[in-house]
């Protein structure tokens, strides 16, 4: 498998250093879970290599040409503004195709008539299935029903399977467990 | 009505009553309504600069809304939460007022200008509309998928290495010039109307974005329509009639 991306002594943060020194590799089809404590870096971490949070220390080294895609936790700003959950998908390019039938049915409603999990789910696929080769994804079974975690880890495995790596932070050990070829627990201080 | 007199001047308005909804809904997609206030009271400010130094007001007017577009964003860091239009707004009106005090060639243009005066509209004023409303359509059609994916995924374009500046400035400029022309023609009021309550409505109402922009492009058109008929009719300024008009229509849709 060829490596999308490297860490090598990485120390990240924003003001001053949230992380520990942490080292890591992802290969292409790989999902990596990164889980801990609350105050870890873990967010911190996902930031720095989108190119948000500092690098304090150490170095990131991506592929050439590498696409990224982040999913963070903060909520796509969608009340009251007229955008339906298709329109949403074409922004940044993802296809509709494998939708659970519970969303696609209501692909041309607009976001901010979903239920909370619904609008979460969509603006998570929107992300998942933009045309990208590393996905980071940052508690994406917030706010999702059983049903939704479900088929998210199925799709999951399915995208990995089709080439690209993926980067899951997650505070629900039974998803992780499930869904990832290889799990890092942060503690502060040290990386396990 | 199709007498020369009031058909440039109808069509004047008409152009500015297609782009102005349109350009209205980016403007309240990122928040920025009051920027058309901003703007509209720097183009009547620089009008009334460039009367009283001797150009044509029209150039100190688009002059001066694009420069207050354009710096705008040097400044983003220190005027952060909307800041800048209200001190635009401010700072246009006081220019305003002042020079309308003191030269009384600026107070008759001042009044056209904050009262409106689209039934005084000539050819070159219609052309100006036609030309600037075309490349504005263009513009906003050319933007709006980045000016969509910056406010609902603003990480989206960091994370591709593309950069948002010439996708933010770009549409600034485009809403200073636009409501520069919009101020010079129907007034800052009567522009102000035709940007805020159509894309508000199409908010409330459409669902989807496209449908949105349908829905505030036929509100404006027709309530500008019916209000030049009944503003001609009832031998009455157009600018209030106009505001008057969308305020009933906006209550009932609403």
Sequence with gaps: MSSLLKLEKLVAGWQQPATSQIDLALAAGEILGLTGPNGVGKSTLLAAIAGRAKVFSGRIEQRPGLRLALQTQDVPPVDGLPLSGRELLALTGASANGLPPWLNDRLDDRLDQLSGGQRHYLALWAILQAPADLVLLDEPTNNLDAAGVAHLTAHLRERAEAGAGIMVVSHDAAFVEAVCDRIIVLEAGDVE | ?254
């Design chain 2, 1 to 254: 009505m199709w007498n020369e007199i009031f058909l440039i001047p109808f069509l004047t308005g008409l152009g500015l009553a297609v782009v102005l909804p349109l350009l209205g809904c980016y403007l309240r997609l990122r928040d920025e309504w009051l920027a058309a206030l901003a703007y509209s009271h720097v183009a009547a400010a620089g009008a009334l600069i460039a009367l009283v130094a001797g150009f044509a007001p029209a150039v100190g007017g688009v002059a001066a809304a694009g420069l207050a577009g354009a710096g705008k964003r040097l400044f983003s860091r220190r005027l952060a939460g909307g800041a800048s239009y209200a001190l635009l707004l401010l700072g246009g009106w006081a220019v305003a007022v002042l020079l309308a005090a003191n030269h009384p060639m600026a107070e008759r243009l001042g009044h056209a200008l904050f009262d409106g005066q689209l039934y005084f509209s000539g050819s070159e004023q219609l052309w100006l509309v036609a030309m600037g409303g075309a490349l504005a359509l263009l513009m906003l059609r050319a933007l709006s998928k980045q000016l969509l994916l910056l406010h609902v995924y603003p990480d989206f374009f960091r994370i591709r290495g593309v950069r948002a500046w010439p996708t933010q400035t770009g549409f600034d400029v485009l809403a200073a010039l636009a409501l520069a022309l919009a101020t010079m023609s129907m007034g800052v009021m009567g522009a102000f109307a035709l940007v805020f309550i159509p894309p508000w409505l199409a908010f409330r109402r459409a669902g989807n974005w496209r449908r949105g922009l349908l829905l505030a492009l036929f509100i404006g058109v027709a309530a500008y329509v019916a209000a030049f008929l009944l503003a001609l009719g009832l031998d009455q300024p157009f600018g209030p009639v106009l505001a008057l008009l969308l305020i009933v229509i906006g209550l009932v849709i609403a």
